[in-house]
């Protein structure tokens, strides 16, 4: 099967699951395709059909992330002038940074077949075994969230990775055996917002590895006015940055404040958007100047009052906010940590006094000369 745009104009992409006739581990192929509805719905949900697709398609699409594209497209050209196949990678950082986008584009730039799976999708051996059987020379496997691997299906990796077999059991008591199968080789692309939950040896065969990071707001105007081409969005270049500005850094977000400007644009009938109207709308929307939600704003809140400005451990702030404290450590805190409103101590988080000014709060009184509320 060769990749290329479909009727509705979207990159085919396989999904983990594939016929079953084509299955040499039958239970694990159809524990997959059990499972290829929680896949798809892993997909950046702004994205759904029926509505126009944002990803950048090449490299020369993706905005920003320099070094990190420089280096990666050497070795994608390297690897087609050789004609072997891509070293292992693994890319690292908050979510809705591109992460996912690289990992197709690299497929691409490669002209080989991507599937897609998920960490917690593949629950047992057989899942994985059945997966790494069944690619073909050159083939990219991604796998998001890789850090939620279980430990058994990531010792299957290692072989996989390393020399291109898995090694694995049949049958139980006096009939098993072990059997040694030799795999095609094939490219692993990981991707974790994780990094620092990922096994040491895991870590250790990417032959390559990158971390993104937040987007400068210039770079952000130029993704949404990029969206705004493709959605066919009037907007000015002021406009384009005052979204930017409000983006927390990461475009998944400039792309969906975006579409909601623009329905705030049409609903008004505005016309072309400036950063006046860029900015009404995303004040309704509850995202203030510097791009805070209120999730963000009650963490801020909740950390500086109820906590006077810590330290407060994450459980305790989870449950008070009532949020799932994997989303605070990993879409909440990722940004206040940036613009250094918060600090991550030993002790837990404290407000820095940026971030009490940011929320008109005064920072609790502290004796002796030096503030150790901000230093430690
Ligand atoms: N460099 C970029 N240039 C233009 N658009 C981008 C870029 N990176 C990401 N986007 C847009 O942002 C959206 C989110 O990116 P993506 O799904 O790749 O993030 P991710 O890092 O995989 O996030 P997660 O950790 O949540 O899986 C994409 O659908 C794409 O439209
Ligand atoms: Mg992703």
Redesign the pocket.
């Known amino acids: 099967m060769a990749s290329g745009p479909d009727e509705n104009g979207r990159e085919r992409i396989v999904q983990a699951s594939k016929s079953a006739d084509e299955a040499e581990i039958t239970a694990g192929e159809q524990a997959l395709e059990e499972r290829a509805a929680d896949l798809t719905s892993q997909s950046?949900e702004s994205?759904v059909a029926g509505t126009k697709d944002?990803?950048?398609r090449r490299f020369q699409e993706?905005?920003?992330?320099r070094a990190v594209v420089d280096s990666i497209s050497i070795a994608v050209m390297a690897s087609n002038k050789r004609g072997d196949t891509l070293d292992h990678a693994l890319f690292h950082?908050p979510?809705?940074?591109?992460?996912?986008?690289i990992a197709h584009i690299i497929a691409r730039e490669l002209d080989s077949m991507l599937v897609h799976t998920s960490g917690p999708a593949l629950e047992r051996p057989a899942d994985v075994v059945g997966l790494l059987s069944n690619l073909k020379t050159g083939d990219v496997l991604f796998i998001?969230e890789i850090h939620r691997l279980s430990h058994a299906v990531e010792e299957y990796l290692y072989s996989a990775m390393e020399d291109f077999r898995v090694d694995f059991m049949t049958g139980s008591g006096a009939f098993a055996k072990s059997i040694n199968l030799p795999l095609q080789p094939f490219t692993l692309i990981g991707?974790t917002?994780r990094a620092g939950m990922l096994s040491a040896p895991l870590r250790e065969r990417f032959g390559l590895a990158y971390h993104?990071d937040f987007y400068s707001t210039e770079e952000l105007a130029q993704?949404v006015t990029?969206s705004a081409g493709i959605l066919e969005v009037d907007i000015n270049d002021d406009g384009a940055h005052e979204i930017a500005r409000r983006s927390r850094g990461t475009?998944?977000i400039s792309?969906r404040l975006l579409r909601r400007v623009r329905d705030f644009a049409e609903v008004r009938n505005s016309g072309t958007i400036d950063s006046a109207v860029a900015a009404e709308a995303m004040e309704i929307e509850g995202v203030d100047a510097l791009g805070l939600d209120r999730l963000d704003r009650l963490y801020l809140t909740t950390l500086s009052k109820n906590y006077q400005g810590g330290p407060a451990g994450i459980h305790a702030l989870a449950a008070t906010i009532n949020e799932d404290q994997q989303t605070l450590e990993d879409v909440v805190e990722p940004f206040l940590l940036k613009i250094g409103f918060i600090v991550r101590t030993t002790q837990g988080r404290r407000t820095t006094p940026e971030g009490f000014e940011h929320i008109g709060h005064p920072p609790p009184q502290t004796e002796g000369p030096t503030n150790q509320g901000t230093l430690l």
Do not use: F, I, W
Not at 62 to 65: D, R, S
């Open positions: 950046d994205e944002l990803r950048p993706y905005v920003g992330q950082g979510p809705g940074l591109g992460k996912t986008t998001d991707s917002t993104l993704v990029r475009p998944r792309n």
